[in-house]
């Protein structure tokens, strides 16, 4: 069993910067493969930014560039930098982990970015 608890979301200006925070606990030594997704409103659930067992990152082409996943294992606690945001980054942004193939998710952090 693994949990995940977010922080860090906020309301920020059109080419501000936020960093995203979640704290996973309980069986972590097993997970291989970290990621953020988003779902803005009316629409589905999309991938963001994900980091492999290896510490290969890759991002979706609307924040290549901008944002940044990382990890602290020391602190159980995986990271998202996003700088440069745009008000269509406007989103619910969840943090998950695969973790001996099942999926888990945090609640989700609001971030609204105006224009």
């Known amino acids: 069993q693994v949990n995940l608890v977010e922080s860090g979301g906020g309301l920020v200006q059109a080419g501000g910067s936020l960093r995203l925070s979640c704290v996973v606990s309980?069986?972590?030594?097993?997970?291989?493969?970290i990621g953020w997704f988003r779902q803005a409103p009316g629409k589905q659930r999309e991938w963001v930014a994900g980091?492999?067992?290896?510490?290969?990152?890759n991002y979706a082409d609307s924040v290549k560039g901008r944002f940044t996943i990382s990890r602290d294992n020391a602190k159980n606690t995986m990271y998202l930098q996003m700088n440069s945001l745009k008000p269509e980054d406007t989103a619910v942004y969840y943090c998950?982990?695969?973790?001996?193939?099942?999926?888990?998710w945090g609640q989700g952090t609001q971030v609204t970015v105006s224009s």
């Open positions: 998950n982990v695969i973790n001996v193939g099942v999926n888990y």
């Open positions: 309980g069986s972590t030594f097993t997970i291989n493969i």
């Open positions: 980091m492999g067992s290896s510490g290969i990152t």
